[in-house]
């Protein structure tokens, strides 16, 4: 029986991805091949308790952003990323119904590795979030 790794491992990438659309996050700009502009609106459904965005939906947010830049730096190669780690240092709450978009920028990257940098901000421009995240990239066949 083939388990469910090596079946993960086989599948042509979706795009955009399940979780992107879950999200409801969309590709504004395409600054350069090292950076990317993204946005979603913070719907009722990712809201905690207290009526403000939960902040793993926004860390998840960052993430998808991020690993989307990590493929374009690497232009034409075909390859899979991996998250290897991630920090995320949460400054201000998001309300729900408010718009936020992430600028996601290689900060420096290689043919197996890639550190990328994030920033989240509110519509009144002020910085919701910043993240940093190891990428691994791996050929796709």
């Given at each position: 029986m083939t388990d469910k790794l090596?079946?993960?491992?086989?599948?042509?990438?979706?795009?955009?991805?399940?979780?992107?659309?879950?999200l409801g996050m969309t590709l504004i700009d395409k600054v350069d091949?090292?950076?990317?502009?993204?946005?979603?609106v913070a719907d009722e459904r990712f809201s905690n308790p207290v009526g403000i965005m939960?902040?793993?939906?926004?860390a998840a947010f960052m993430d998808s952003a991020m690993g989307a830049t990590s493929i374009r730096f690497v232009k034409a190669?075909?390859?899979?990323?991996a998250n290897a780690e991630m920090k995320v240092s949460f400054m201000k709450s998001v309300k729900v119904g408010e718009k936020i978009r992430c600028y996601a920028q290689v900060?420096?990257?290689?043919?197996?590795?890639?550190?990328?940098?994030?920033?989240?901000f509110n519509e009144a421009n002020e910085?919701?979030?910043k993240a940093s995240s190891t990428y691994i990239l791996m050929d796709r066949k």
């Open positions: 090596e079946i993960a491992t086989k599948l042509k990438p979706q795009v955009p991805p399940n979780c992107d659309l879950i091949t090292s950076a990317t502009v993204w946005q979603m939960q902040g793993g939906f926004i190669r075909k390859v899979k990323s900060v420096s990257g290689g043919n197996q590795v890639v550190f990328v940098e994030a920033t989240t910085i919701v979030a």
